[in-house]
């Protein structure tokens, strides 16, 4: 849901950062941390964890560095407004540190709240029954192991079961199975966990209006060498062939030709048909056109897989695109530089 807020995030506001102590079992703000000389996140939807971060605290000589999982806060007051909004939530985890002007500086390292799921393997012959909330199964999985909360927006089923390997990652069958059906996991700024579709509305535009918040500079990449552009999929004996024959992908009709995806047995969602399963796939991965990479004002509420709208022309930004990275340095501005990519 887009930020409905009273702060103008592209005027002149005055920010105060403050890291929280999370209280583990009710997940609320605990204790305050003081010292904190900087901090960065970064995320990327790509990444099995999506975000990462880094931190500098200064504490006494005397005190033991130790880890616990913080809530970055923004204290954001724009002169009519103020509020108070979390940045991330992550495990900070202590690393090398130095004696300066007589304090000690602790270098952290921020890990996803999502770790837990990485360390933990599948036993052989663990499976998504099908017919089953595979939604609800994947949050059960999470929660294994996870101290964070995790949510699901809506459900979705398998045709066949669906077996992992043992020794697969709790993240990684989490993933392949995610993959498979076109879903996603989004971690909120509070570090909690929500099983969903991919978002379909934007949670962000970037028009005139509000043209402010954008840095003028954007780069383009629409490079499209290598881009499959038709699909095939092979069951029990019935073969099914999905192409791609949109203007928008003509490259392949330049080289002269296919560049195949090529699937056995694939596991499709309950009710899907063959054909309706290579179509999926086929516009799953053809939904992008390019990326677009720019920096913008940070705004509440915007994470990967989120929608941003361009309707900015003047500077090459008049599309939809899905949002892949972004990296946050927090300071007397909080701007993100980010990554998206041109949904078609």
Known sequence: MAYQGAIDWGASISRRWRLAIVDIPTWADGGVVDGVVDVSVSRDRDGDLIESGTATIAMPIDERPSEFVGRIEMLADGGTATERHPIATLRFVPGRSVI??????????????????????????????????????????????MKAPVHTQGSFALTEHYSYDGGTSYINAVWELLDKVGWCLRIDERGEVTVMPLPKEPALVLDNANAKLLDPELESDDGLADVKNRWIAVQNGTMAISVDESDLQSSYTVRGYYVDDYEESPTRLEGETLQDYVDRKRDEATSTAGTRTYTRAWVPEVLPFDIVRGSISSVGLDCDMRVKSQDLTLGTTSMVTEVSEVLR
């Open 100 to 145: 300066h002007s007589g304090r000690r500086l602790v270098d952290y390292d921020c890990y996803s709240v999502l770790r837990p799921a990485e360390t933990r393997k599948m036993l052989a012959g663990t499976y998504v029954p099908k017919s089953a909330d595979g939604a609800g199964w994947v949050a059960s999985l999470l929660g294994e192991c």
